[in-house]
């Protein structure tokens, strides 16, 4: 008899996989959008329809791993194992595998509209723009998403926390295509974010020394529009060869901020929400006052331009409510806000700090941590 069971309730369950396992799984789930306790669920339904033998998965190291399976189905998997001779763990080791090797990985994920462009912008530094942008690249680009990380503040953090050096003041950059000052390829500046689960998918393209002339070049250029347009000329030939272009902006509302605004802007023809702005903030009240500035510029170029930018949420970073009231009466008033909404909230974690220090991609170096888990959440909402 075949039991029916009820997707809406699920029991929590608890096993032990191998890290390695655990990693392929949370991948190829977020690359194929299956929620991983579907996924588990359906390896489980395969496993148990199994009438061989399966070959033993290794263990070793194995940690625990929580899911949620259809009420009923727990009892009635383990009941099969101890039938089958077959340890808990590993029974649930092979469902995990089944599932994996009947839903191999997208070479590519098929892109639906066209290049997607996400900027990280908030003036007040320090708040995450930096690490929650690299973040959100890595995880998209371990999707399968074909991704360029654009490091547009002067300070260069994210060129160098990924190991690279600015470029020298008098070499091609970024800056010097937006003002026409260079002729070649803007692909030629960009550097290769290398791990095995990026899949070669992952590029960057570093800062230079002379960023920190752009903006007062920018309020003296005669071009028209240059002043709102020249990011998004600097940046169209690198159009056909990615999936998302993520900007990590500078701590400013200047010309450069605006460029920024206007690039991740609704094109015509674009479907609504596939591009526009994340916003990292904290909780605390002068994160509120930096927002209520940015929040008037969006809203300037907006009107000034009668362009459509869509505010894809905020990230609430190194959230952390020991610090009482203050903490969680902050971190309410953003989500009051509604529009848009808080996309997803970060403790205060060792790992970010870690990786920067070792000048290592996050997903690299701690691809199970929960910062890394909080990247891929943000990823997903943003290619929803
Ligand atoms: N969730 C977090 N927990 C702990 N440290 C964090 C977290 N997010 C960012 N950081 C650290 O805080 C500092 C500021 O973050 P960063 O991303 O550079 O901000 P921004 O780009 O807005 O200036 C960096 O040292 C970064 O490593
Ligand atoms: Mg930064």
């Given at each position: 008899m075949t039991v029916q069971y009820d997707p809406e309730n699920r029991e929590k369950v608890v096993t032990k996989l191998p890290a390695a396992l655990r990693r392929e799984l949370k991948v190829r789930a977020a690359q194929l959008g299956v929620d991983i306790k579907d996924a588990v669920t359906e390896g489980i339904h395969a496993w148990r329809s199994q009438t061989e033998p399966l070959p033993a998965v290794d263990t070793a190291g194995a940690e625990p791993f929580a899911t949620y399976l259809p009420a009923g189905l727990y009892a009635t998997f383990k009941a099969d194992c101890t039938a089958r001779g077959v340890a808990y763990n590993q029974g649930m080791a092979q469902s995990i595998r089944l599932w994996l090797d009947a839903h191999p990985a997208p070479s590519?994920?098929?892109?639906?509209?066209?290049?997607?462009?996400?900027?990280?912008?908030?003036?007040?530094?320090?708040?995450?723009?930096?690490?929650?942008?690299?973040?959100?690249?890595?995880?998209?680009?371990?999707?399968?998403?074909?991704?360029?990380?654009?490091?547009?503040?002067?300070?260069?953090?994210?060129?160098?926390?990924?190991?690279?050096?600015?470029?020298?003041?008098?070499?091609?950059?970024?800056?010097?295509?937006?003002?026409?000052?260079?002729k070649g390829d803007l692909r030629d500046l960009l550097v290769p974010i290398e791990d095995a689960n990026f899949g070669g998918r992952l590029f960057m393209l570093p800062a230079c020394r002379d960023a920190f002339l752009l903006d007062a070049k920018l309020a003296t250029s005669r071009h028209v529009r240059v002043k709102e347009t020249a990011l998004e000329k600097a940046l169209a030939p690198l159009e056909q060869e990615f999936d998302f272009i993520i900007v990590d902006c500078p701590p400013s509302l200047g010309y450069t901020m605006d460029t920024a605004l206007y690039y991740c802007r609704t094109r015509e023809g674009e479907e609504p929400g596939t591009s526009g702005i994340c916003i990292p903030v904290l909780a605390e009240d002068s994160s509120a006052d930096a927002y209520d500035m940015l929040d008037n510029q969006i809203q300037d170029l907006i009107d000034d331009l009668g362009i459509v930018i869509n505010s894809i949420g905020f990230v609430v970073n190194m959230y952390d409510s020991r610090k009482g009231y203050i903490a969680t009466s902050s971190l309410n008033s953003w989500k009051e806000i509604g529009d848009p909404p808080v996309i997803a909230v970060i403790p205060e974690l060792k790992e970010q700090r870690e990786a920067v220090r070792l000048k290592?991609?996050?997903?690299?170096?701690?691809?199970?941590?929960?910062?890394?888990?909080?990247?891929?959440?943000?990823?997903?909402?943003?290619?929803?």
């Open positions: 590519r994920v098929p892109r639906p509209t066209g290049v997607r462009r996400v900027i990280f912008g908030n003036q007040k530094g320090g708040v995450g723009k930096t690490s929650t942008s690299a973040g959100v690249a890595q995880a998209l680009a371990e999707m399968g998403y074909r991704t360029c990380l654009i490091d547009f503040d002067p300070q260069g953090h994210l060129t160098k926390q990924l190991g690279y050096d600015l470029f020298d003041i008098e070499a091609p950059s970024l800056a010097k295509h937006m003002l026409g000052e260079t290592q991609p996050l997903l690299s170096y701690a691809p199970n941590g929960e910062q890394s888990e909080a990247m891929r959440t943000i990823a997903r909402r943003v290619a929803a």
